[in-house]
Every structure is written in C-alpha cells, then in structure tokens.
C-alpha cells in the first residue's frame, strides 16, 4: 500500500483495504500521539478555504501544529481572490511557497480535483460544493467502526437534508464498499437521496428503504445508529408556503429524549455538526449521543491522512 | 439503397441511421443549418433493417472533421458515414464516443468545469452504454442531458 505524494479527493479513490489502514493508522496516533509529535517537522500546510469553516479548518491546523509541523496563513478573504484572481492564479501562486501538502475547500464541485490536477504536492479535499469531504467520511467510518467493532453489517439511519447532503452522500456510498450493510433513508419527499447514489448502491448489492419524516421515532428502535444531519432553511422556496413548510418539517423532525424512552440501550446518535435544532438539547447528555467523540475523531483522521501523505506508516 | 430515399449527392457527405427524431439535431450541431454553406438535405422516419426508424442527412459539398465525427457519435453512435466523390461512395468513417472529451460540457450547474470566471475545459468521460461521467465533479449524466461546447 503506498500513500506517499497521493491527494484525497473522493472516498471512492481508495480501496476498502486502503480504507482500514487508514482506520488502523488513525487508533494508533489516538492512542500514541507522542509518538507522533514530531512527525511534521520541517513540513508545511497551506490551507485554501475559499468557503468559511472554521471548524475543518481548525481541526486541520491542529492535526498539523500538534505533529510539529507549520501552517501557512493565507487569508483568502483579503487577497486578491476577491478581486476577481482565477483559482488557477491562486494555487499558482501558492506553489510558489513550496507547501508539503494543500487543503482546498471551495463552492464549486469538482474544484478540488482541478487544483490537485495543477500541483504536484499532495491535495486534500475538505470539501467540494456539494460534492466531496473524505476526511468527514473518513471520520464517520472511524466513529463507527469505534462503536461497533466492524463495518460490516452496518445497518444505519441516514436522516435530514439527504438531497443536497454530501456527508450523507459519501457515507452510503463509503459503506457500500463493506459487505451486508443496511439502511433506511429519513427524509421529508423534497429532500430525497438522489437517484443517481440510490442506483449506485443497488449496484452495490445494498438493502436500503426510503421512509419519511414521521417515521424517525420507529425507525430508531429497530436500527442500532441513527445519522443526523441538519435541514436548512434555505433549501425551502422563500415564500410564505416555503416557510410553512419548513416551520412543518422542524417540528416533525426533532429527536427527543421522550421519544428515546422507547429505544433500546444501545442506539448511538451520530450528527456531523453543527447542528440546528434537530436533535433536543437535553440529548446531549445521554449516552446515546456520540457526535462530539465523532466531532474529535477528524482531528484524529487528519493527522492519520498527513502522516500517510508524507510517506509515513506504509505497508 | 438510401441514396434514392432523398437529394442525390455528387460530392458530399451522407450519414444514415440516425435514430428518429435526431437528424434535426445533428444537422444543427454539425452546422449543416441555415447558416452553414452546401446544399442539405434532411430525411426522417424512413424504415431501417438496423434501427427502428431511421433519418438520414445528406451535405453537398462538404466534408466532416475528427470533431464533427466525435458529435455524430454521440448523438447517433450506430449511424454510418459515407464520403460521396462524382456520386459514388469513395469511404466509410468509423465513428466512436470518444473515451475522454472536450467537446461535451457537465451537466452539473454547480460545477467548477461550467464557472464563467475560471474558463475550463470540460473533461467528460463515456463510460459505455450511454453514461457519461464528469472527471472533477464525477457527476454521472444520460445522453438526453449532454450539451456541446460552442454549440450550446
Ligand atoms: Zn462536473
């Protein structure tokens, strides 16, 4: 297995085998992370957040500070990218700096693969448009496998925004690579799974059923983990029938404490944050909510991935 | 045979076995239209022992470059291309979808392959059996959905 100098674009880049070693590298730097503190000595990140998210951002930073290594502080909001620079231009002129690895996230699907295209040094995708973000699916995998053992047999609830969720996206579509999985899909009808990742997991030989919002409470007491994601606003028309039908679809759509008096002791409610309102507050507290460990497994994930990009830890 | 279904050619081009109702289209992609030069003659719905029901497109006077041929297989990719000299068939093209093209743009609206600003290629892959595949976005798209560059 050879990491050195590859990009992370897509989940579907890698091997189920390639995946598990990044899972395995990922406990070891949980577990000992002094043995890794200096593993980025002498390197250099150069983050491209085109897009705000400062909670990808910090958690990449972090992965490389923590290992030793230097991160190099471009403001996209003061340079001359708002001044009509060409993404071209802009990673050009990036490469000039000698960055040992490039993180991109953009508006637009698909810019990650271009920029990756233009440089030669490892480039990680945090996040394409709609598209793309390997290291949350790479997390989510991570948190999984950590509450259950194996993704094998994973049976899973995928529920909120599934159309225009690219989290939600790459999970399915991640998990399919893993033998006899299962899910239900919770959505209101507007906000289906697209058809073109429902034909792609048919062809996976994957067992999935597609539910609507009332059916969130039953659904969790037959399926052991429970995927939230959040359900803006903005996915709604801006008329008045828009906001009537989101005022609808929030109050449908709320995991309670009352409705996990019924559920059986070991449901594990995954989220990838932040969340708006769909999942009580008071459910934070309870040993079901595992979205903050999720949350602190990308820090884990990221620096896996660094130490792998640069040629550490090959089989 | 199909010579005598319609215009006689005596230089020219002729492309038969175009699925139903895409001649039209071809003609306008190709830029066998209005305002292109030659004499052009269009004929649909004719019976076919190949296809269903067959057009056919016959250009006086002209003659089709690797990216003309590259657009008749992919709005017909079963149809035949003959080149006609002093009336009779001098050459058959083989047409083929390209594996990896320029010429289609992604479906994808949201895609960096269709912003103004940046002004890329498009790099559209054929994957086979009609399916087309954006290599930045990997945005999976059908036939019906395809737009070509300068034309559309
Ligand atoms: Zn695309």
Redesign the pocket.
């Given at each position: 297995m050879n990491f050195k100098g590859r990009d992370v674009i897509s989940i579907e880049d890698f091997s189920l085998d390639e995946i598990e070693h990044i899972l395995n590298v990922t406990k070891e730097v949980e577990m000992y992370p002094e043995k890794f503190k200096n593993e980025m000595a002498g390197k250099i990140m150069s983050p491209l957040f085109f897009e705000n998210s400062t909670r990808t951002s910090s958690s990449f930073q972090a992965a490389m500070l923590q290992m030793g290594g230097r991160v190099l502080d471009f403001d996209i909001a003061t340079s001359s990218v708002n001044k009509g620079e060409t993404l071209r231009d802009t990673v050009k002129i990036i490469e000039g700096y000698n960055p040992d690895f490039v993180i991109i996230r953009h508006k637009r699907?698909?810019s990650a693969k271009f920029v990756a295209d233009l440089l030669d040094v490892p480039v990680m995708n945090a996040g394409d448009g709609q598209n793309q973000h390997p290291t949350q699916t790479l997390l989510d995998l991570y948190t999984i496998k950590e509450l259950r053992g194996s993704l094998d047999g994973t049976k899973i609830v995928l529920a909120g925004d599934l159309k225009y969720g690219r989290t939600v996206h790459s999970l399915a579509l991640a998990l399919s690579k893993y033998p006899r999985c299962e899910m239900v899909f919770i959505s209101p009808d507007s906000l289906r799974m697209p058809k073109y990742i429902l034909n792609e997991l048919s062809k996976k030989g994957v067992s999935f059923q597609e539910k609507g919002l009332e059916e969130l409470e039953l659904s969790i007491r037959s399926f052991p983990i429970i995927y939230m994601t959040r359900i803006q606003r903005e996915r709604f028309p801006e008329s008045l029938e828009g906001e009537q039908e989101y005022e609808v679809i929030s109050k449908v759509y709320r995991l309670s404490l009352e409705m996990l008096k019924n559920v059986n002791h070991e449901l594990k409610i995954m989220h990838p944050l932040p969340k708006v309102g769909e999942i009580e507050e008071s459910v934070d507290e309870t040993n079901f909510a595992h979205y903050f460990q999720q949350a602190k497994n990308g820090l884990y994930i990221r620096k896996a991935l660094l130490i792998l990009l640069a040629g550490g830890k090959d089989e | 045979m199909s010579e005598k279904i319609i215009g006689y050619i005596e230089n020219g081009i002729v492309v038969d076995h175009i699925p139903q109702g895409e001649v039209w289209k071809l003609a306008r992609i190709l830029g066998f239209d209005s305002k292109g030069e030659g004499r052009v003659s269009l004929g649909d719905g004719y019976a076919s022992q190949k296809i269903d029901k067959k057009g056919i497109l016959k250009v006086e006077g002209a003659s089709l470059s690797e990216y003309q041929l590259n657009l008749i297989a992919l709005i017909a990719e079963n149809a035949s291309v003959s080149i006609v000299e002093n009336g009779v068939v001098v050459d058959k093209k083989k047409i083929e979808i390209p594996k990896l093209m320029k010429i289609v743009y992604?479906?994808?609206q949201n895609?960096?392959?269709?912003d103004a600003h940046e002004k890329l290629d498009?790099k559209?892959n054929y994957k086979g059996d009609g399916i087309f595949l954006?290599?930045?976005?990997?945005?999976i798209f059908g036939k019906k959905d395809l737009k070509f560059v300068g034309i559309d």
């Amino acid at each position: 297995m050879n990491f050195k100098g590859r990009d992370v674009i897509s989940i579907e880049d890698f091997s189920l085998d390639e995946i598990e070693h990044i899972l395995n590298v990922t406990k070891e730097v949980e577990m000992y992370p002094e043995k890794f503190k200096n593993e980025m000595a002498g390197k250099i990140m150069s983050p491209l957040f085109f897009e705000n998210s400062t909670r990808t951002s910090s958690s990449f930073q972090a992965a490389m500070l923590q290992m030793g290594g230097r991160v190099l502080d471009f403001d996209i909001a003061t340079s001359s990218v708002n001044k009509g620079e060409t993404l071209r231009d802009t990673v050009k002129i990036i490469e000039g700096y000698n960055p040992d690895f490039v993180i991109i996230r953009h508006k637009r699907d698909g810019s990650a693969k271009f920029v990756a295209d233009l440089l030669d040094v490892p480039v990680m995708n945090a996040g394409d448009g709609q598209n793309q973000h390997p290291t949350q699916t790479l997390l989510d995998l991570y948190t999984i496998k950590e509450l259950r053992g194996s993704l094998d047999g994973t049976k899973i609830v995928l529920a909120g925004d599934l159309k225009y969720g690219r989290t939600v996206h790459s999970l399915a579509l991640a998990l399919s690579k893993y033998p006899r999985c299962e899910m239900v899909f919770i959505s209101p009808d507007s906000l289906r799974m697209p058809k073109y990742i429902l034909n792609e997991l048919s062809k996976k030989g994957v067992s999935f059923q597609e539910k609507g919002l009332e059916e969130l409470e039953l659904s969790i007491r037959s399926f052991p983990i429970i995927y939230m994601t959040r359900i803006q606003r903005e996915r709604f028309p801006e008329s008045l029938e828009g906001e009537q039908e989101y005022e609808v679809i929030s109050k449908v759509y709320r995991l309670s404490l009352e409705m996990l008096k019924n559920v059986n002791h070991e449901l594990k409610i995954m989220h990838p944050l932040p969340k708006v309102g769909e999942i009580e507050e008071s459910v934070d507290e309870t040993n079901f909510a595992h979205y903050f460990q999720q949350a602190k497994n990308g820090l884990y994930i990221r620096k896996a991935l660094l130490i792998l990009l640069a040629g550490g830890k090959d089989e | 045979m199909s010579e005598k279904i319609i215009g006689y050619i005596e230089n020219g081009i002729v492309v038969d076995h175009i699925p139903q109702g895409e001649v039209w289209k071809l003609a306008r992609i190709l830029g066998f239209d209005s305002k292109g030069e030659g004499r052009v003659s269009l004929g649909d719905g004719y019976a076919s022992q190949k296809i269903d029901k067959k057009g056919i497109l016959k250009v006086e006077g002209a003659s089709l470059s690797e990216y003309q041929l590259n657009l008749i297989a992919l709005i017909a990719e079963n149809a035949s291309v003959s080149i006609v000299e002093n009336g009779v068939v001098v050459d058959k093209k083989k047409i083929e979808i390209p594996k990896l093209m320029k010429i289609v743009y992604c479906n994808n609206q949201n895609c960096i392959s269709n912003d103004a600003h940046e002004k890329l290629d498009p790099k559209v892959n054929y994957k086979g059996d009609g399916i087309f595949l954006c290599d930045y976005c990997k945005r999976i798209f059908g036939k019906k959905d395809l737009k070509f560059v300068g034309i559309d």
